[in-house]
C-alpha cells in the first residue's frame, strides 16, 4: 500500500519507532483501514484499572464514530479522558526458513485523542444514518427510522482521525541469506474475510433486496494485500 496523499506529520505518541519502515502517517492509508473495519478497539482507564472493549465503529469524514447507551461506562468515560483507539486486519502468515524470522502480513492503525459527543439531531441523526449505509448500502431507506425515544437513549461520540498512525506489513518471508538453503517451505498463508450465504429470519416474507443478494459477490475490498 502506498502513500497517495501528503503524510501527517507524526505526533511523539504516533511516531512508529519500531519498524519505522511500515509506517504510514497519510490519510489515504489510515481512511482504507478504518472503513475495512466493522469494529475497533478503545483502550481507556477508570477508577477499576485499565480497559480496552470492542464496539462498532464507521468514518465520517475525518473522524471515527462510535456509538451505545447512555449509561454506558466506556461512553462516559471516553469523552473525560484522552484514549487510544485501535484497528488490525491481519492479511496471511509469513512463514519463514527460520523461526525467528517468521512474521505476519498485517494492516493496523492507532487513533489517539478525546471523543466528543454529537449533541445535535441532526448530527446524531445522519451518524445514525451513515452507520446503516456502513453495514449495508441502502439499508437506511428500507427500514422503520429511530424515534424520538430512541435517540434520546443514545449517545453518539467522534473522535478525530487527525492523530494517528499506520503499520503495514506486506510480502514474502525476509530470510537470512544463510538460511535460504535450509530445507523448509517458505511463503504466505493468506487470509481473507469470507462473505456466507445469507440466512433470513423465518419470519420475515419480504423478498431479499439486492445487497442481500450480492452478499457473497467477490468484492475487490476484502482482498489482502501482498
Known sequence: MKD???PVPPSDRTRVRR???KAHYDEATLHAIVDDAYLCHIAFSDEHGAHCIPTASWRSGGHLYIHGSNGSRLLKQLVRQ???VTISHLDGLVLARSAFSHTMNYRSAMVYGRFEA???DAGKHAALEALMDKLAPGRQAEIRPGNDKEYAA???LRIS???AACKVRAGGPNDDEEDLGWPAWAG???FARARTTPVADPACTVAAPAYVRDWQTPDAALAPIY
Open 154 to 156: 443514545t449517545t453518539v
Open 188 to 190: 504466505v498463508l493468506p
Open 82 to 84: 484522552t484514549c487510544c
Open 118 to 120: 454529537v449533541e445535535d
Open 19 to 21: 519498524g519505522a519502515e
Open 161 to 163: 482521525l487527525a492523530e
Open 4 to 6: 497517495t496523499a501528503a
